[in-house]
């Protein structure tokens, strides 16, 4: 697999907390995407894995497959790379 470098995420938009998933959300409604992702990228855990860019205005996973085993299970429903791609 190839490696994933994303377009630009506006970090102040996002909520800083490291919690997975749904958990912390007061509504039970599962929180949007971008929250997921800034969550992902706070997680000092997964830094080998997926990691702001030096510029800090973009990310990329390093390691497909970990990120696929160890991260999208306990931040998504689904627990694939390409579902993880097209969002």
């Known amino acids: ?5 994303a377009s630009p995420v506006d ?13 912390g ?3 039970g409604k599962e929180p949007p995407f971008p ?5 992902i990228l706070s997680n000092p855990e997964f830094r080998d ?3 702001w860019l030096p510029h800090g205005r973009s990310w990329r996973v390093l390691k497909p497959k ?4 160890r991260v999208i299970p306990l ?3 689904h627990a694939k ?3 993880f791609m097209r969002q």
């Open 1 to 5: 697999m190839s490696e994933m470098v």
């Open 11 to 23: 970090a102040g938009a996002v909520a800083d907390t490291q919690s997975a998933g749904n958990l």
């Open 25 to 27: 959300t007061s509504s």
């Open 35 to 39: 929250v997921k992702l800034h969550r």
């Open 49 to 51: 894995i997926i990691t």
């Open 66 to 69: 970990a990120f696929e085993e």
């Open 75 to 77: 931040y998504f429903r």
């Open 81 to 83: 790379y390409a579902s």
